[in-house]
């Protein structure tokens, strides 16, 4: 079965700093999705960035982006210019069937 | 993105009654749907995937019986929560995949999930 590990239960980061969420994965398999979800306290879940296991190109997405290492199996979220906004907790998620997601990061960011 | 909706937001029912939540795709097609369950503070964990006019397939330790869980139709995905106990209170979240417009990633769109509280 896969698994999801996120190491860090909780982050903090200064405004407008940057910030890197880990998340190393756990599979046999060679195609499969990764992605990253935000949750604020609202609980919606929000898609943050997605990547494609047989994309070497790590994906960006304005100031997130992601350093995917597929033989390490690691997938961490790096935020740039942290803003306020920014805090929620953090979900790295894998799919290939279907979705499965990791403990959570809970991200502080401090004015 | 595609919108998926949940109803009702909030419930609370008294122990030993049944309670039904509803996950509908609002304009697209979701032939897959997934039923999640959140305790606080803690992760989505799978509960079931359900495929539209056939039976779900259930997570290990999750009750069958207990969760029913209905996907008649392309937009409509049901989960009854049967005889509910206090330990069946949580945070319910449905999400749909369409597999219709074309998009590589096949997007997994989520709902904004039930609080289940039982008394």
């Known amino acids: 079965a896969q698994t999801v590990t996120q190491s860090q239960p909780e982050m903090s980061v200064q405004e407008a700093e940057t910030v890197t969420l880990s998340c190393t994965y756990d599979?046999?398999?060679?195609?499969?999705?990764l992605f990253w979800y935000k949750q604020p306290p609202s609980r919606q879940m929000i898609l943050v960035i997605r990547?494609?296991?047989?994309?070497?190109q790590n994906a960006t997405e304005n100031r997130f982006s992601v350093n995917f290492q597929k033989a390490a199996k690691s997938f961490s979220l790096k935020i740039s210019d942290s803003q306020l906004g920014d805090a929620a907790m953090y979900f790295c998620?894998?799919?290939?069937?279907?979705?499965?997601f990791g403990a959570g990061t809970r991200l502080t960011v401090k004015p | 993105g595609a919108v998926v909706s949940q109803h009702p937001s909030r419930v609370i029912c008294k122990s030993g009654t049944s309670v039904k939540i509803e996950c509908r795709s609002l304009?697209?097609?979701?032939?897959?749907m997934f039923w999640y369950r959140q305790f606080p503070k803690q992760s989505l964990m799978l509960m079931a995937t359900?495929?539209?006019?056939?039976?779900?397939?259930?997570e290990q330790g999750v009750e069958k019986d207990k969760f029913l869980i209905n996907h008649a139709s392309l937009t409509l995905s049901t989960l009854t929560v049967t005889s509910a106990h206090p330990e069946d209170s949580s945070f319910y979240i449905c999400?749909?995949?369409?597999?219709?417009?074309?998009?590589?990633?096949?997007?997994?769109?989520f709902g904004p999930g039930t609080r289940l509280t039982v008394l």
């Open positions: 999400s749909a995949r369409d597999l219709v417009t074309g998009d590589p990633y096949n997007e997994q769109f």
């Open positions: 599979t046999s398999e060679s195609d499969y999705y």
């Open positions: 990547q494609e296991a047989y994309k070497q």
């Open positions: 998620a894998y799919r290939n069937n279907d979705m499965r």
């Open positions: 304009d697209f097609q979701a032939t897959t």
């Open positions: 359900s495929n539209e006019g056939s039976k779900a397939t259930y």
